[in-house]
């Protein structure tokens, strides 16, 4: 299909990343993750509330402009330290929402060019998950790739709207975002965010990372997330990260409220 192009290209890898990069060049740094099937555009609310800072955004490896072949948290995280190189960029806060915050964190624990970590609607671990019915028919060989492609609106239009709080409007822009999206996604991360990232998350959860990796850390949790709940505070708490939950946000708070979030990313840059 043909993706929408919103940036430029950094070649990192062997691999075309795509990157959007907004704001003044003096600005404190700040790279926004997105999460599983999803694209740099899920943070197309937020940004322009992130007044004065240099705004990086890349569409991850698998997904969006910058599309396959499928990679794990690991080798995202090699290919966003690539895209900050090139940029001359360091001391950045990595924003991530979702899966993406596994790749913020990888990005922190392994490129030295992060200051401070905001995880964004993500549980430590998978324990408490509650995923849409027949998830699992996406990780079979062959299958999964039959249903990704095949895929009816409809369905997408369910996973989005179990991506938001109850009873918001899931509009026009965001149903379509969605389905550019899913058209975009390489199947193959399918097995690695349902399968493997399970596996990964029970032997070393978020909140472990967390606590060994030793930079500021911001948990932001949405208090109607029907993926994972908001249950997983304490667990954040407990190894010293500033919790904050917006009650009526669901697991996409960059989208719902995205001036809530920006607010607290600005008052977490200058939390001492």
Not at 79 to 92: F, H, K, Q, T, Y
Not at 135 to 163: E, I, N, Q, S, Y
Not at 176 to 195: C, N, R
Request: charged letters at 20%; glycine letters at 12%; aromatic letters at 6%.
């Amino acid at each position: 299909m043909r993706r929408r192009v919103a940036g430029s290209f950094a070649s990192v890898g062997g691999r075309a990343v795509h990157v959007r990069v907004d704001g003044p060049a003096e600005g404190p740094p700040v790279v926004l993750l997105h999460g599983f099937g999803g694209s740099l555009h899920w943070f197309d609310r937020l940004v322009p509330l992130l007044g004065g800072c240099r705004v990086i955004r890349v569409d991850l490896l698998g997904h969006g402009a910058t599309g396959g072949p499928a990679a794990d948290a690991d080798e995202q995280a090699r290919a966003v330290a690539g895209v900050l190189a090139s940029l001359g960029m360091s001391d950045v806060v990595a924003v991530g929402h979702s899966f993406g915050a596994d790749v913020a964190l990888s990005l922190a624990e392994t490129s030295g060019r992060v200051a401070r970590v905001v995880v964004v609607a993500q549980a430590p671990d998978y324990s408490d998950a509650t995923f849409p019915p027949g998830d699992f028919l996406m990780t079979l060989p062959l299958v999964g790739a039959l249903l990704h492609r095949f895929a009816p609106a409809f369905a997408v239009r369910a996973v989005a709207a179990h991506a938001v709080a109850p009873g918001f409007r899931v509009g026009a822009t965001l149903v379509q975002q969605s389905l550019e999206d899913h058209k975009a996604l390489d199947a193959g991360m399918f097995p690695i965010v349902l399968v493997q990232r399970r596996r990964r998350l029970a032997a070393n959860p978020l909140d472990t990372r967390v606590r060994e990796l030793g930079l500021p850390t911001m948990v932001v949790l949405g208090g109607q997330d029907r993926f994972y709940g908001a249950r997983s505070a304490r667990r954040y708490a407990a190894v010293g990260a500033r919790v904050e939950t917006i009650a009526e946000a669901g697991h996409s708070p960059v989208v719902e409220t995205p001036g809530r979030v920006a607010a607290l990313i600005q008052d977490f840059m200058t939390d001492t």
